[in-house]
């Protein structure tokens, strides 16, 4: 088990918060004294604050420049394939 405290803010990681859950990935925007302001991506991006404290079962990848920028373009790439369909109605 690991914990929210492990992770540098402005870094953007693969996690597994649960054995059974599946990998996400997050970016820490924030640290504070006991919590970590933390951005989950998935279909949208989620923010929100954790506890230090707080567990997670995996850290599974501290993700690099290169594959930040490569997923930004893709991630991008989606929102506005969204945005435009609904533009159309």
Known sequence: MYSYALLETGCYYLVQEKEESPISMIKVTLESDHCMYVSKYGDTEVMEWKRKTDSLFDIVELL?????????????????????EEDED
């Open 64 to 84: 690099d420049d290169k594959a930040v920028k490569e997923w930004e373009s893709l991630y991008n790439n989606n929102e506005d394939a969204y945005n435009y």
